[in-house]
């Protein structure tokens, strides 16, 4: 997952992108699954950040927990920014979202890259994090037999 961090921030400069990185803790940026956001309070106060920073275009690493969230955030996407202007409400003290403001951004773009230890996703011969996962596996296995055999 880290190499799928890397590589799309590098390619978000390269492209002249802004890149926000969204930290919460599992990656080399501190990313995991978010208790927040699984309630629509959490998904709303996630949509006000978005618009407050100006983000249309989001890339979720995971999953099927990540997915399923992001996909959930898409099919809300529209009602959350009607939410946020008919309360017209103060979230945290940051301001408030207008009606040019959702308008602005009424369009919410998400790209998912599968990671997954499990390789459990079909339409793919290996998820994120499933060669890494092989790899330590063997490295221990090996680890364990030459201890075994020199007993």
């Not at 996407?77 to 017209?88: C, T």
């Amino acid at each position: 997952m880290n190499a799928a961090v890397r590589a799309v921030t590098r390619m978000g400069i390269y492209v002249g992108a802004k890149v926000y990185l969204i930290h919460e803790g599992g990656t080399v940026i501190g990313s995991a699954r978010c208790k927040d956001f699984q309630t629509r309070e959490g998904r709303i106060a996630a949509a006000f950040n978005l618009v407050k920073k100006g983000i249309t275009n989001l890339c979720v690493c995971g999953g099927d927990g990540s997915l399923t969230g992001a996909n959930i955030f898409r099919s809300e996407w529209s009602g959350l920014l009607d939410e946020l202007v008919q309360k017209g409400q103060l979230l945290s003290g940051n301001g408030r979202i207008r009606d040019t403001d959702a308008k602005q951004y009424n369009k919410l773009n998400i790209v998912g890259l599968v990671g997954s230890i499990d390789n459990d996703f079909c339409g793919t011969d290996m998820t994120i994090g499933a060669d890494s996962a092989l790899h330590r596996i063997m490295e221990i296995v090996d680890a364990i037999m030459t201890t075994a055999n020199r007993s």
